[in-house]
Antibody, heavy 119, light 108 residues
Framework: QVQLVESGGGVVQPGRSLRLSCAAS????????MHWVRQAPGKGLEWVAV????????YYADSVKGRFTISRDNSKNTLYLQMDSLREEDTAVYFC????????????WGQGTLVTVSS | DIQMTQSPSSLSTSVGDRVTITCQAS??????LNWYQQKPGKAPKLLIY???NLATGVPSRFSGSGSGTDFTFTISTLQPEDIATYYC??????????FGPGTKVDVK
């Protein structure tokens, strides 16, 4: 069955960078759009970014535009989120999620990885 | 940007009861509305897509309806395993995939 496993979370100081990964298996990764969604502690879900199946189209939430970069390596079945200039308000669990195309429901989700931005 | 609201924000009910949650969009999103279930410490799970279509493996006690700006999610007969937070999500307006604030359902 579809597996998505996030990694790379941790504690980081404001202004620093962190890169998250999402390892995909048990499906043809290169044919699906992939999203990042985050959830601050005790809060709701916030969509972060999406990348098309081939990396050709990228979209970002206004809250992360210019600071975060979504990318993928289809040869490694892995999705990435490069997070620069981190702020305390970026503290959240980050989930990766799969969709058939960019504008489609998020049918499968990873278990999430926690990012804590704190001095 | 499209804003999503949900009502109520929380509800306490009994096993066997009917549960109804509403979701409203700030502008017309046609039928591009999904519902997710999230249990504590777990990832969200897609329940309903395109307003009224059940995702694979989802029990038929879950249903959805609506169009335009007003949508409804219903659990016909609440089961203990349905205790969770439910989120609506619009995907009509690229590049935004806005979630509602969530409705927490628990048992009295």
């Amino acid at each position: 069955q579809v597996q998505l496993v996030e990694s790379g979370g941790g504690v980081v100081q404001p202004g620093r960078s962190l890169r998250l990964s999402c390892a995909a298996s048990e499906f043809t990764f290169s044919t699906y759009a992939m999203h990042w969604v985050r959830q601050a502690p005790g809060k709701g879900l916030e969509w972060v970014a999406v990348v098309a199946y081939d990396g050709s189209n990228l979209y970002y939430a206004d809250s992360v535009k210019g600071r975060f970069t979504i990318s993928r390596d289809n040869s490694k079945n892995t999705l990435y989120l490069q997070m620069d200039s981190l702020r305390e308000e970026d503290t959240a669990v980050y989930f990766c999620a799969r969709a058939r195309i960019i504008v489609a429901p998020f049918t499968h989700w990873g278990q999430g990885t926690l990012v804590t931005v704190s001095s | 940007d499209i804003q999503m609201t949900q009502s109520p924000s929380s509800l306490s009910t009994s096993v066997g009861d009917r549960v109804t949650i509403t979701c409203q969009a700030s502008q017309d999103i046609r039928k591009n509305l999904n519902w997710y279930q999230q249990k504590p410490g777990k990832a969200p799970k897609l329940l309903i897509y395109d307003t009224s279509n059940l995702a694979t493996g989802v029990p038929s006690r879950f249903s959805g309806s609506g169009s335009g700006t007003d949508f409804t999610f219903t659990i016909s007969t609440l089961q203990p395993e349905d205790i969770a937070t439910y989120y609506c999500q619009q995907y009509d307006n690229l590049p935004s995939f806005t979630f509602g604030p969530g409705t927490k359902v628990d048992v009295k």
